[in-house]
């Protein structure tokens, strides 16, 4: 399926038109983000309150519970986006189509776990990264962790962001503007560096809008972005853009002292070293190319 863009009513063809996307782009980011900040902290309240005041802190709430409030906002978040396309742009948001949600949604998982193994696996036979066996403690909170960047930061940044964004001006410059937004924010990240921010731009940024561009769906490139996240935080227990909330899994994995952050991605994680910048951005540009292939990145509907 064509990525839609909009049409109709704040999208309607005329005069400014670009200046009117860029204001529902960021109406639209801010009523998403809102969203699903209320409901998870709303739900999370509700919680508690369920329990009978047994777990008063954030950290104490069981992560059966977390992930439950997480799944819960994500879906709250993604039926207001829809809403909001269809009353805002007069249209059904074809790019959530449940239909397609099963099998594009396995898939991408698949497709950003196997990128991860790839990367940390080159770092691994490089000797830039060790891997070790640990006891594995928990996994929910793991899942919880790539529910949320999945689906929240799908939904703005390739939805909302380089949809209208595609509106606006045109597929390439909606492309690398939103991959340096995306790459840019992550500035702000722990252990972040410029190098790093570049490699999230491009491979990151690059890959995930890609599966949009050749699905017209949100739901490869919400698996690719949770597969991606789960697999390097969880499974390989690195860290995940410079965090460590998705620790817990069997293995550890660390850079190599001595070894060049840009080489093995030092404290960020392995998404910023040269392997994963080289094997994540080469699969982007190759969905990119078969997406053009198939007459996708001509869309102007």
């Given at each position: ?54 777990f ?16 819960v906002?994500a879906?709250?978040?993604l ?26 949604l ?7 776990g ?5 990367a ?6 490089a ?44 597929v390439?410059p ?13 500035l ?5 560096t ?7 731009a ?7 809008a890609?599966f ?8 490869a490139?919400i ?15 690195a ?8 620790a817990g899994?069997?293995?550890?994995t660390g ?9 093995s991605?030092?404290g ?6 040269v ?24 869309t102007?509907?």
């Amino acid at each position: 399926m064509a990525v839609i863009l909009g049409d109709a009513r704040v999208l309607h063809p005329g005069k400014l038109r670009w200046l009117r996307a860029l204001a529902w782009m960021v109406a639209l980011t801010f009523l998403v983000g809102l969203t699903y900040i209320g409901v998870a902290q709303a739900a999370m309240r509700i919680a508690v309150a369920a329990t009978g005041g047994v777990f008063t802190l954030p950290s104490a709430v069981p992560p059966e519970l977390r992930l439950v409030v997480t799944i819960v906002a994500a879906v709250v978040g993604l039926g207001v986006y829809a809403l909001a396309v269809r009353y805002g742009e007069k249209r059904r948001a074809e790019e959530l189509a449940l239909r397609a949600m099963p099998g594009e949604l396995i898939g991408g998982l698949a497709v950003g776990g196997a990128l991860m193994v790839a990367a940390i696996g080159a770092l691994w036979l490089a000797g830039w990264v060790t891997v070790a066996a640990q006891p594995q403690t928990q996994v929910l909170r793991a899942i919880a962790a790539s529910v949320e960047s999945g689906v929240v930061e799908e939904t703005i940044f390739r939805l909302v962001m380089f949809r209208l964004l595609w509106r606006a001006w045109g597929v390439w410059p909606a492309l690398a503007l939103s991959a340096l937004v995306f790459g840019g924010l992550h500035l702000f990240n722990p252990n972040a560096t410029p190098f790093a921010a570049l490699c999230i731009a491009l491979e990151a940024g690059i890959l995930l809008a890609s599966f949009y561009v050749l699905t017209g769906r949100a739901w490869a490139s919400i698996g690719v972005h949770a597969g991606w996240n789960f697999t390097q935080g969880w499974v390989f227990g690195a860290a995940v853009s410079g965090g460590s909330g998705f620790a817990g899994g069997p293995l550890a994995t660390g850079p190599v002292a001595g070894v060049s952050p840009i080489l093995s991605g030092g404290g960020f994680g392995p998404e910023a070293s040269v392997p994963a910048l080289v094997i994540c951005t080469a699969a982007g540009v190759g969905v990119l190319w078969l997406a053009w292939r198939r007459g996708a990145m001509a869309t102007v509907a």
